[in-house]
């Protein structure tokens, strides 16, 4: 089976921090660009952050841009999304999401390129 399972999600006040988790199970990590989305309540789902492959080449959404970070351990088959100076805002289910990619420096924020998607996990951002 292939799987993502994502953690780290919960309450948390403005300013605050949480790290994301997305950690996969049934195939290796290597070969895949990764993708972070998140989806609020009567929007719809947006990027938020990928990282590719190789962890060479990242992109952010501005609205995170400078506050959160993505980064990977292909060791641990794991990939990380570090939320820094959190928001009301950023309050939604987000996804960890992994693209069968080619070559090692791709990156997209395209939800559509997506293969395989985790079950998501929920950040609330509240006082």
């Known amino acids: 089976q292939l799987q993502l399972v994502e953690s780290g999600g919960g309450l948390v006040q403005p300013g605050g921090s949480l790290r994301l988790s997305c950690a996969a199970s049934?195939?290796?990590?290597?070969?895949?660009?990764i993708g972070w989305f998140r989806q609020a309540p009567g929007k719809e789902r947006e990027g938020v952050s990928c990282i590719s492959s190789d962890g060479t080449s990242t992109d952010y959404a501005d609205s995170v841009k400078g506050r959160f970070t993505i980064s990977r351990d292909n060791a641990k088959n794991t990939v990380y999304l570090q939320m820094n100076s959190l928001k009301v805002e950023d309050t939604a289910v987000y996804y960890c999401a992994a693209m069968a990619a080619w070559p090692p420096i791709a990156v997209s924020m395209n939800r559509g390129e997506y293969h395989y998607w985790g079950q998501g996990t929920q950040v609330t951002v509240s006082s």
């Open positions: 049934g195939f290796t990590l290597d070969y895949y660009a």
